[in-house]
Protein backbone atom coordinates (compact mmCIF):
# COMPACT_ATOMS: atom_id res chain seq x y z
CA UNK A 1 0.00 0.00 0.00
CA UNK A 2 1.13 3.78 -0.63
CA UNK A 3 1.08 6.14 1.55
CA UNK A 4 -1.46 9.08 0.53
CA UNK A 5 -0.37 12.19 -1.46
CA UNK A 6 -2.67 14.27 0.83
CA UNK A 7 0.01 13.30 4.17
CA UNK A 8 2.25 15.82 1.96
CA UNK A 9 0.63 18.35 2.02
CA UNK A 10 -0.49 21.36 4.23
CA UNK A 11 -4.37 21.08 4.03
CA UNK A 12 -7.12 19.11 2.68
CA UNK A 13 -10.85 17.58 2.65
CA UNK A 14 -9.27 14.12 3.21
CA UNK A 15 -7.26 15.59 6.38
CA UNK A 16 -10.09 17.42 7.37
CA UNK A 17 -12.16 14.19 7.21
CA UNK A 18 -9.73 12.01 8.81
CA UNK A 19 -9.29 14.54 11.78
CA UNK A 20 -11.30 12.79 14.11
CA UNK A 21 -9.91 9.13 14.49
CA UNK A 22 -6.44 10.85 14.25
CA UNK A 23 -7.35 12.47 17.35
CA UNK A 24 -8.31 8.95 18.99
CA UNK A 25 -5.57 7.09 17.69
CA UNK A 26 -3.36 10.08 18.67
CA UNK A 27 -4.32 10.15 22.66
CA UNK A 28 -4.12 6.22 22.17
CA UNK A 29 -0.37 6.67 21.32
CA UNK A 30 0.26 9.14 23.42
CA UNK A 31 -1.08 7.12 26.87
CA UNK A 32 1.50 4.05 25.45
CA UNK A 33 4.49 6.50 24.78
CA UNK A 34 3.95 7.65 28.73
CA UNK A 35 4.22 4.17 30.55
CA UNK A 36 7.32 3.20 31.64
CA UNK A 37 9.10 0.36 30.56
CA UNK A 38 11.70 -2.23 31.85
CA UNK A 39 15.13 -1.41 32.05
CA UNK A 40 17.44 -3.80 30.32
CA UNK A 41 20.79 -5.64 32.14
CA UNK A 42 22.68 -3.01 29.04
CA UNK A 43 22.79 0.17 27.54
CA UNK A 44 20.30 0.95 25.35
CA UNK A 45 20.02 3.40 21.83
CA UNK A 46 17.56 3.65 19.45
CA UNK A 47 17.39 5.02 15.66
CA UNK A 48 13.76 6.24 14.85
CA UNK A 49 11.90 8.30 13.36
CA UNK A 50 8.62 10.46 13.99
CA UNK A 51 6.60 8.86 10.91
CA UNK A 52 5.49 5.99 9.55
CA UNK A 53 8.30 5.36 6.40
CA UNK A 54 11.44 5.75 5.99
CA UNK A 55 13.61 8.30 7.53
CA UNK A 56 17.11 6.68 7.30
CA UNK A 57 16.33 5.05 10.31
CA UNK A 58 18.32 1.63 9.10
CA UNK A 59 21.66 3.86 8.15
CA UNK A 60 21.66 5.43 11.58
CA UNK A 61 21.20 2.62 13.30
CA UNK A 62 24.38 1.21 11.58
CA UNK A 63 26.28 4.31 11.81
CA UNK A 64 25.56 4.28 15.68
CA UNK A 65 26.92 0.22 15.95
CA UNK A 66 30.30 1.40 13.84
CA UNK A 67 30.69 4.64 16.17
CA UNK A 68 30.52 2.03 19.40
CA UNK A 69 32.39 -0.68 18.09
CA UNK A 70 35.01 1.96 17.85
CA UNK A 71 35.18 3.21 21.15
CA UNK A 72 35.60 -0.97 22.23
CA UNK A 73 32.04 -1.70 22.42
CA UNK A 74 30.50 -4.93 21.45
CA UNK A 75 27.53 -3.52 20.09
CA UNK A 76 23.91 -5.84 18.96
CA UNK A 77 21.14 -4.79 17.35
CA UNK A 78 17.92 -5.64 18.26
CA UNK A 79 15.01 -5.39 15.06
CA UNK A 80 11.12 -5.86 15.46
CA UNK A 81 12.08 -7.97 12.60
CA UNK A 82 9.09 -6.40 10.23
CA UNK A 83 7.96 -8.47 7.29
CA UNK A 84 9.23 -11.74 8.91
CA UNK A 85 7.13 -14.57 10.23
CA UNK A 86 9.46 -15.15 13.68
CA UNK A 87 8.57 -13.50 17.10
CA UNK A 88 11.76 -14.38 18.23
CA UNK A 89 13.81 -13.77 20.40
CA UNK A 90 16.11 -15.02 17.80
CA UNK A 91 20.16 -14.07 17.03
CA UNK A 92 19.64 -14.01 13.09
CA UNK A 93 21.97 -16.38 10.89
CA UNK A 94 22.61 -14.36 7.77
CA UNK A 95 23.52 -17.57 6.00
CA UNK A 96 20.55 -19.29 6.85
CA UNK A 97 18.02 -17.01 7.53
CA UNK A 98 15.79 -15.50 5.15
CA UNK A 99 13.44 -12.31 4.26
CA UNK A 100 10.09 -14.52 5.28
CA UNK A 101 11.74 -15.37 8.64
CA UNK A 102 13.81 -12.16 9.83
CA UNK A 103 12.68 -9.47 7.32
CA UNK A 104 15.16 -7.44 5.44
CA UNK A 105 16.07 -4.81 7.95
CA UNK A 106 17.12 -7.63 10.29
CA UNK A 107 19.20 -9.32 7.59
CA UNK A 108 21.03 -6.02 6.63
CA UNK A 109 21.71 -5.17 10.02
CA UNK A 110 23.65 -8.86 10.36
CA UNK A 111 25.95 -7.89 7.74
CA UNK A 112 27.32 -5.06 10.42
CA UNK A 113 27.48 -6.52 13.61
CA UNK A 114 24.75 -9.21 15.80
CA UNK A 115 21.32 -9.08 15.29
CA UNK A 116 18.02 -10.06 17.19
CA UNK A 117 14.92 -10.18 15.93
CA UNK A 118 12.40 -9.89 19.01
CA UNK A 119 8.49 -8.34 18.77
CA UNK A 120 8.97 -8.92 22.95
CA UNK A 121 11.83 -6.00 22.87
CA UNK A 122 13.04 -6.62 26.49
CA UNK A 123 12.88 -10.35 25.78
CA UNK A 124 15.33 -9.31 22.90
CA UNK A 125 18.03 -7.13 24.63
CA UNK A 126 18.08 -9.20 27.37
CA UNK A 127 19.30 -12.11 24.54
CA UNK A 128 21.88 -10.04 23.41
CA UNK A 129 22.70 -9.55 26.74
CA UNK A 130 23.21 -13.25 27.38
CA UNK A 131 25.51 -13.63 24.05
CA UNK A 132 27.94 -11.18 24.87
CA UNK A 133 26.60 -7.71 24.00
CA UNK A 134 27.78 -4.60 25.77
CA UNK A 135 25.16 -2.34 24.58
CA UNK A 136 22.06 -2.89 22.05
CA UNK A 137 21.22 -0.46 19.28
CA UNK A 138 17.27 -0.56 17.79
CA UNK A 139 16.55 0.11 14.31
CA UNK A 140 13.24 1.66 15.10
CA UNK A 141 11.04 1.64 18.42
CA UNK A 142 10.92 5.08 19.60
CA UNK A 143 7.30 4.36 20.11
CA UNK A 144 7.75 1.67 22.00
CA UNK A 145 7.52 1.89 25.64
CA UNK A 146 8.23 -1.49 26.58
CA UNK A 147 12.33 -1.06 26.60
CA UNK A 148 13.53 2.10 28.16
CA UNK A 149 15.97 3.65 26.20
CA UNK A 150 19.34 5.14 27.43
CA UNK A 151 19.77 7.54 24.43
CA UNK A 152 17.43 7.89 20.96
CA UNK A 153 18.16 9.78 18.19
CA UNK A 154 15.31 10.64 16.27
CA UNK A 155 15.77 10.64 12.09
CA UNK A 156 13.99 13.29 10.01
CA UNK A 157 13.86 13.67 6.66
CA UNK A 158 15.20 17.28 5.24
CA UNK A 159 12.91 17.33 2.34
CA UNK A 160 10.14 15.65 3.64
CA UNK A 161 9.60 16.46 7.11
CA UNK A 162 6.73 15.55 9.21
CA UNK A 163 4.80 16.27 5.73
CA UNK A 164 1.21 17.91 7.07
CA UNK A 165 2.19 17.28 10.82
CA UNK A 166 -0.94 15.45 11.59
CA UNK A 167 -1.53 11.90 13.51
CA UNK A 168 -2.18 8.67 11.45
CA UNK A 169 -4.68 8.97 9.93
CA UNK A 170 -4.92 12.44 8.87
CA UNK A 171 -1.29 12.95 8.19
CA UNK A 172 2.13 10.54 8.41
CA UNK A 173 2.87 10.85 12.17
CA UNK A 174 3.02 7.86 14.70
CA UNK A 175 1.91 9.73 17.21
CA UNK A 176 2.06 13.66 18.62
CA UNK A 177 4.95 14.99 17.70
CA UNK A 178 5.24 16.62 21.53
CA UNK A 179 4.53 13.32 22.92
CA UNK A 180 7.29 11.89 20.65
CA UNK A 181 9.92 14.56 21.41
CA UNK A 182 9.58 13.70 24.74
CA UNK A 183 11.16 10.67 24.82
CA UNK A 184 14.23 11.85 22.29
CA UNK A 185 17.69 12.90 23.25
CA UNK A 186 18.88 14.68 19.89
CA UNK A 187 17.53 15.38 16.47
CA UNK A 188 19.36 14.44 13.15
CA UNK A 189 18.24 16.09 9.89
CA UNK A 190 19.08 14.50 7.03
CA UNK A 191 19.72 15.42 3.80
CA UNK A 192 18.70 18.88 2.08
CA UNK A 193 15.64 21.06 2.29
CA UNK A 194 13.53 22.46 4.33
CA UNK A 195 10.68 20.18 5.09
CA UNK A 196 12.39 19.23 8.73
CA UNK A 197 12.52 23.79 9.78
CA UNK A 198 9.09 23.43 11.76
CA UNK A 199 10.22 19.71 14.09
CA UNK A 200 13.77 21.53 14.12
CA UNK A 201 11.97 24.88 15.78
CA UNK A 202 10.50 22.49 18.14
CA UNK A 203 13.54 20.78 18.94
CA UNK A 204 15.18 23.98 19.85
CA UNK A 205 12.73 24.79 22.39
CA UNK A 206 12.90 22.01 24.14
CA UNK A 207 16.72 22.10 23.31
CA UNK A 208 17.69 18.96 22.17
CA UNK A 209 20.85 18.47 20.49
CA UNK A 210 20.61 19.34 16.05
CA UNK A 211 22.87 17.20 14.39
CA UNK A 212 23.02 16.78 10.19
CA UNK A 213 23.78 14.04 8.27
CA UNK A 214 23.45 12.42 4.43
CA UNK A 215 23.75 9.42 2.76
CA UNK A 216 26.89 8.75 0.83
CA UNK A 217 26.84 6.05 -1.78
CA UNK A 218 29.58 3.77 -2.01
CA UNK A 219 32.39 4.95 -4.20
CA UNK A 220 33.16 1.46 -5.78
CA UNK A 221 29.53 0.63 -6.67
CA UNK A 222 29.32 4.31 -8.38
CA UNK A 223 32.53 3.94 -10.52
CA UNK A 224 31.12 0.21 -11.18
CA UNK A 225 27.75 2.35 -12.79
CA UNK A 226 29.11 5.52 -13.86
CA UNK A 227 28.88 4.29 -17.58
CA UNK A 228 25.69 2.68 -17.77
CA UNK A 229 21.96 3.58 -17.83
CA UNK A 230 19.89 2.51 -16.01
CA UNK A 231 16.56 1.12 -14.18
CA UNK A 232 16.21 1.96 -10.40
CA UNK A 233 13.61 0.27 -8.26
CA UNK A 234 13.07 0.35 -4.80
CA UNK A 235 10.46 -0.98 -2.07
CA UNK A 236 11.39 1.45 0.69
CA UNK A 237 9.67 4.28 2.47
CA UNK A 238 10.76 6.93 0.35
CA UNK A 239 11.62 5.46 -2.88
CA UNK A 240 12.31 9.11 -4.70
CA UNK A 241 15.06 9.47 -1.86
CA UNK A 242 16.60 6.64 -3.80
CA UNK A 243 16.30 8.14 -7.14
CA UNK A 244 17.50 11.39 -6.27
CA UNK A 245 20.23 10.03 -4.31
CA UNK A 246 21.66 7.85 -7.47
CA UNK A 247 21.20 11.12 -9.73
CA UNK A 248 22.89 13.27 -7.46
CA UNK A 249 26.26 11.35 -7.97
CA UNK A 250 26.38 10.71 -11.82
CA UNK A 251 24.09 7.80 -11.76
CA UNK A 252 21.97 8.15 -15.01
CA UNK A 253 18.95 6.73 -13.85
CA UNK A 254 16.70 6.55 -17.25
CA UNK A 255 13.35 4.70 -15.33
CA UNK A 256 12.35 4.24 -12.31
CA UNK A 257 9.55 1.64 -10.41
CA UNK A 258 8.59 2.69 -6.82
CA UNK A 259 6.90 0.15 -4.36
CA UNK A 260 5.51 0.28 -1.46
CA UNK A 261 7.60 -0.01 1.81
CA UNK A 262 8.72 -3.69 2.60
CA UNK A 263 7.36 -4.58 -0.76
CA UNK A 264 7.92 -8.81 -1.34
CA UNK A 265 8.73 -9.03 -4.75
CA UNK A 266 7.18 -11.59 -6.79
CA UNK A 267 7.81 -13.56 -9.79
CA UNK A 268 5.35 -11.36 -12.31
CA UNK A 269 7.32 -7.98 -10.46
CA UNK A 270 10.48 -9.77 -11.43
CA UNK A 271 9.64 -10.84 -14.88
CA UNK A 272 8.65 -7.22 -15.58
CA UNK A 273 11.31 -5.82 -14.18
CA UNK A 274 13.57 -8.18 -16.26
CA UNK A 275 12.26 -8.11 -19.24
CA UNK A 276 11.86 -4.45 -19.23
CA UNK A 277 15.31 -3.58 -18.38
CA UNK A 278 16.39 -5.80 -21.02
CA UNK A 279 14.35 -4.23 -23.92
CA UNK A 280 15.37 -0.53 -22.67
CA UNK A 281 18.92 -1.71 -22.29
CA UNK A 282 18.80 -0.36 -18.96
CA UNK A 283 20.77 -2.14 -16.06
CA UNK A 284 18.91 -2.53 -13.07
CA UNK A 285 19.66 -0.86 -9.45
CA UNK A 286 18.34 -1.54 -6.10
CA UNK A 287 18.66 -0.76 -2.50
CA UNK A 288 20.47 -2.79 -0.33
CA UNK A 289 17.15 -3.76 1.73
CA UNK A 290 15.47 -4.63 -1.54
CA UNK A 291 17.82 -6.57 -2.25
CA UNK A 292 18.38 -8.43 0.99
CA UNK A 293 14.22 -9.23 0.17
CA UNK A 294 15.07 -10.69 -3.31
CA UNK A 295 17.93 -12.67 -2.45
CA UNK A 296 17.61 -16.34 -1.55
CA UNK A 297 14.07 -16.56 -3.12
CA UNK A 298 13.94 -19.12 -6.12
CA UNK A 299 11.27 -17.26 -7.81
CA UNK A 300 13.05 -13.79 -8.12
CA UNK A 301 16.89 -15.84 -9.11
CA UNK A 302 16.67 -14.04 -12.25
CA UNK A 303 16.27 -10.53 -10.86
CA UNK A 304 18.61 -11.27 -8.07
CA UNK A 305 20.99 -12.24 -11.18
CA UNK A 306 20.34 -8.78 -13.06
CA UNK A 307 20.17 -6.14 -10.18
CA UNK A 308 23.19 -4.32 -8.41
CA UNK A 309 22.69 -2.49 -5.13
CA UNK A 310 23.70 0.99 -4.22
CA UNK A 311 25.09 0.10 -1.15
CA UNK A 312 24.91 3.72 1.38
CA UNK A 313 26.33 4.78 4.52
CA UNK A 314 24.98 7.90 6.93
CA UNK A 315 28.08 10.73 7.82
CA UNK A 316 27.18 13.25 10.45
CA UNK A 317 28.44 16.59 10.16
CA UNK A 318 28.85 16.79 14.18
CA UNK A 319 29.94 12.99 14.45
CA UNK A 320 32.20 14.34 17.90
CA UNK A 321 29.19 16.15 19.51
CA UNK A 322 27.21 12.82 18.72
CA UNK A 323 30.40 10.34 19.91
CA UNK A 324 30.72 12.60 22.76
CA UNK A 325 26.80 12.51 23.59
CA UNK A 326 26.65 8.47 23.32
CA UNK A 327 29.87 8.17 25.54
CA UNK A 328 28.16 10.45 28.36
CA UNK A 329 24.76 8.38 27.92
CA UNK A 330 26.18 4.74 28.38
CA UNK A 331 28.48 6.50 31.74
CA UNK A 332 25.49 7.09 33.43
Known sequence: ?????????????????????????????????????????????????????????????????????????????????????????????????????????????????????????V????????QGATVVVMDDGLQNPSLVKDFTIAVVDARRGIGNSRVFPAGPLRAPLAAQLAKTDALLVVGQGGGGDDVVTEARLRNLPILHGHLVPDPTAIAALKERKVLAFAGIGDPEKFFATARSVGIAVEECRAFPDHHRYTGEDARNLVMHAERAGLLLLTTEKDRARIAGEPSLEALAARARDLPVTMVVDEADALRRLITTKLRR
Open 1 to 121: MHEPAFWWRSAGIYSALLAPPALIYGAIASSRLAKTGSRAKIPVLCAGNFILGGAGKTPTAIMLARMLAETGERPFFLSRGYGGAISGPKLVDSGSDVVAQVGDEALLLAGTAPTVVARNR
Open 123 to 130: AGANLAST
